[in-house]
């Protein structure tokens, strides 16, 4: 038996089928335009050098600074607006250049110029300064003692013509303390080296890098302790710029109870107001909070950093492969893969990051 068709139920069809069509067409370019977006946005992120360990600093005429390590080789580049780089330059071949985990160049700017610090595998430090034509100098040794640095995890800050450096230095008869010496000529010569923190445990915590900021005669230097079986986070700071130091002061209201060293040191700044602005892990979790504050829970991951802009916190960590930048909102931004990112104010309004990923440096501009 034959079922008559109706003619409208024929035209509903073609316009149903119409209709359908025409959405999926739609679909598909909105996933197209999706997918080109996402490629501009990738575009943002450039790979700036081959190497490792890059570290990064902002001088007083604004110029960005970058030092990074690759072989036994002492690299520098430098960018005005975070988008456009230099050609990478020779700054000098130290033999076991220490370039990995943590242990990398150092670079600080000061009113005599930059300053670079790097470490050797057989623990000694040695500084660099940039003159005014653009040449590097010759190495100065940093620490007193030979082979002293053997875990070649260092800080290095600077604030008008004073340069302090930090590093986790052999204490004897074993274990690790944080030692610090200061330059009043951009690192052309150093003072006698000081204990700036020992552990009465017998050593800090011995693979986690310090870290150190100046500000005029002010000097801060956050490290990770090791007492009773804890690993936290410490500040110890110096108000006769870095002569001697105060007692240290633990950050956070948790405790770490951790037999292993957890590789992470965390991250440090100062605001403008003065305040003292540090972030960094205890287990998977990223806290943050001002020296002597209550603390905050941000995220999750490790190596964490902090940067302040006009009197607003920027973070960036590591997460499962990726990088994770935090605004001030609290807004997060993945800006790719890699790891150790480190951040650093243009503007008010937008930060430069860069990190490591695949033996290469990374870097993007990310407004706030």
């Given at each position: 038996m034959?079922?008559?068709?109706?003619?409208?139920?024929?035209?509903?069809?073609?316009?149903?089928?119409?209709?359908?069509?025409?959405?999926?067409?739609?679909?598909?370019?909105?996933?197209?335009?999706?997918?080109?977006?996402?490629?501009?946005?990738?575009?943002?992120t450039?790979?700036v050098?081959?190497?490792?360990?890059?570290?990064?600093?902002?001088?007083?005429?604004?110029?960005?600074?970058?030092?990074?390590?690759?072989?036994?080789?002492?690299?520098?580049?430098s960018?005005?607006?975070?988008?456009?780089?230099?050609?990478?330059?020779?700054?000098?071949?130290?033999?076991?250049?220490f370039?990995?985990?943590?242990?990398?160049p150092?670079?600080?700017?000061?009113?005599?110029?930059?300053?670079?610090?790097?470490?050797?595998?057989?623990?000694?430090?040695?500084?660099?300064?940039?003159?005014?034509?653009?040449?590097?100098?010759?190495?100065t040794?940093?620490?007193?003692?030979?082979?002293?640095?053997?875990?070649?995890?260092?800080?290095?800050?600077?604030?008008?013509?004073?340069?302090?450096?930090?590093?986790?230095?052999?204490?004897n008869?074993?274990?690790q303390?944080?030692?610090?010496a200061?330059?009043?000529?951009?690192?052309?010569?150093?003072?006698?080296?000081?204990?700036?923190?020992?552990?009465?445990?017998?050593?800090?915590?011995?693979?986690?890098?310090?870290?150190?900021?100046?500000?005029?005669?002010?000097?801060?230097?956050?490290?990770?302790?090791?007492?009773?079986?804890s690993?936290?986070?410490?500040?110890?700071?110096?108000?006769?710029?870095?002569?001697?130091?105060?007692?240290?002061?633990?950050l956070?209201?948790?405790?770490?109870?951790?037999?292993?060293?957890?590789?992470?040191?965390?991250?440090?700044?100062?605001?403008?107001?003065?305040?003292?602005?540090?972030?960094?892990?205890?287990?998977?979790?990223?806290?943050?909070?001002?020296?002597?504050m209550p603390?905050?829970?941000?995220?999750?991951?490790?190596?964490?950093?902090?940067?302040?802009?006009?009197?607003?916190?920027?973070?960036?960590w590591?997460?499962?492969?990726?990088?994770?930048?935090?605004?001030?909102?609290?807004?997060?931004?993945?800006?790719?893969?890699?790891?150790?990112?480190?951040?650093?104010?243009?503007?008010?309004?937008?930060?430069?990051?860069?990190?490591?990923?695949?033996?290469?440096?990374?870097?993007?501009?990310?407004?706030?």
């Amino acid at each position: 038996m034959l079922t008559k068709v109706n003619p409208a139920d024929t035209n509903f069809k073609f316009i149903k089928t119409g209709m359908l069509k025409t959405l999926g067409f739609i679909l598909v370019a909105v996933f197209v335009l999706a997918s080109i977006n996402g490629k501009e946005k990738a575009a943002d992120t450039v790979v700036v050098a081959e190497g490792k360990m890059p570290n990064l600093v902002k001088d007083k005429n604004n110029t960005i600074h970058i030092v990074y390590g690759t072989g036994d080789s002492i690299m520098y580049l430098s960018s005005e607006d975070g988008r456009s780089f230099s050609g990478a330059s020779l700054i000098a071949v130290l033999p076991n250049l220490f370039a990995s985990a943590m242990r990398g160049p150092q670079i600080a700017a000061s009113s005599d110029g930059v300053t670079v610090t790097a470490c050797s595998s057989n623990g000694n430090i040695f500084s660099y300064h940039k003159t005014a034509s653009g040449k590097w100098s010759k190495a100065t040794k940093v620490n007193d003692v030979d082979e002293s640095a053997k875990e070649a995890l260092m800080g290095l800050s600077a604030d008008g013509e004073s340069v302090f450096a930090v590093w986790l230095g052999v204490k004897n008869p074993k274990g690790q303390s944080v030692y610090g010496a200061k330059s009043n000529d951009g690192g052309k010569t150093w003072s006698r080296n000081i204990v700036v923190y020992a552990s009465p445990d017998s050593t800090v915590c011995e693979c986690c890098k310090p870290s150190v900021v100046v500000k005029d005669n002010l000097v801060y230097v956050m490290f990770r302790n090791w007492l009773h079986g804890s690993r936290d986070l410490y500040v110890v700071s110096s108000s006769n710029g870095g002569k001697s130091f105060e007692h240290s002061q633990k950050l956070g209201d948790g405790t770490w109870k951790l037999k292993g060293c957890p590789m992470d040191g965390g991250g440090l700044a100062i605001s403008k107001d003065g305040t003292v602005e540090t972030v960094w892990r205890r287990e998977g979790k990223i806290f943050a909070s001002a020296v002597g504050m209550p603390e905050k829970e941000i995220g999750e991951g490790r190596g964490c950093t902090i940067e302040t802009v006009n009197g607003k916190k920027v973070y960036a960590w590591g997460l499962n492969g990726d990088v994770i930048l935090m605004n001030s909102a609290g807004v997060k931004k993945n800006l790719g893969k890699g790891s150790l990112p480190l951040v650093k104010a243009l503007n008010n309004e937008h930060v430069l990051c860069v990190w490591e990923n695949d033996r290469q440096i990374r870097a993007s501009v990310v407004e706030l």
